[in-house]
């Protein structure tokens, strides 16, 4: 697979909604297949459409929330949201949310390219600090770090894993400045 064929589009609110099928289907994909992103099994479609509908798309609309997709020939691959809805004393910090890339096109390099895009806008927007928090152990946590993001801490049994409801990871904190 070559880059040529990936294609990474930063939605307006309207494109966003259009998107809402797609977008459920890569949610749901990902929660299936055992990605940390808030929700555990089971997890419907529904439930995956609700989530975006309820809490993406309004801030996407409101111009709070930017939002990446990535398409491989035609096919929704991968998103990732940067948040800047930050209080008055952080106007120089936003969060990365819901680094998305569907299990069939996972270690091509899309989420090391929609996380590029998001800093780039962060940069424009001078955005000059980034947060997020990863499943401790996570594939991510090495993207992250090879990303320029450095570990703050873990937090212990956060959150319970999205497969194994008896199971609870830990998160990990991550920065980046610049």
């Known amino acids: 697979m070559t880059h040529a064929s990936l294609e990474l589009t930063l939605l307006p609110a309207d494109a966003a ?9 890569l949610l749901h994909a990902c929660v299936q297949g055992g990605a940390s992103v808030s929700f555990v099994l089971p997890f419907t479609a529904e439930d995956a459409q609700t989530f975006w509908r309820a809490k993406v798309l309004p801030g996407v609309a409101g111009g709070a929330v930017k939002l990446w997709v990535a398409r491989v020939d035609g096919r929704l691959a991968g998103s990732v949201q940067l948040d800047t809805d930050t209080p008055p004393n952080q ?18 390099g899309i989420a090391r390219r929609l996380m590029q895009e998001a800093h780039a806008m962060a940069a424009r927007l001078g955005r000059t600090l980034i947060t997020l928090d990863t499943r401790t152990g996570d594939s991510a946590e090495p993207l992250y ?11 212990p049994g956060f959150a319970r894993d999205p497969i194994d409801a008896g199971k609870v990871d830990g998160t990990t904190i991550m920065y980046r400045q610049g």
Not at 92 to 102: G, M, S, W
Request: glycine share 6%; proline share 8%.
């Open 91 to 108: 106007p120089h910090r936003a969060e990365i949310r819901k680094l998305l890339v569907h299990p069939d096109f996972r270690r091509r």
């Open 145 to 155: 770090a090879s990303l320029g993001y450095r570990t703050v801490g873990v937090i």
């Open 17 to 25: 909604a259009a998107c809402l099928p797609d977008l459920a289907t």
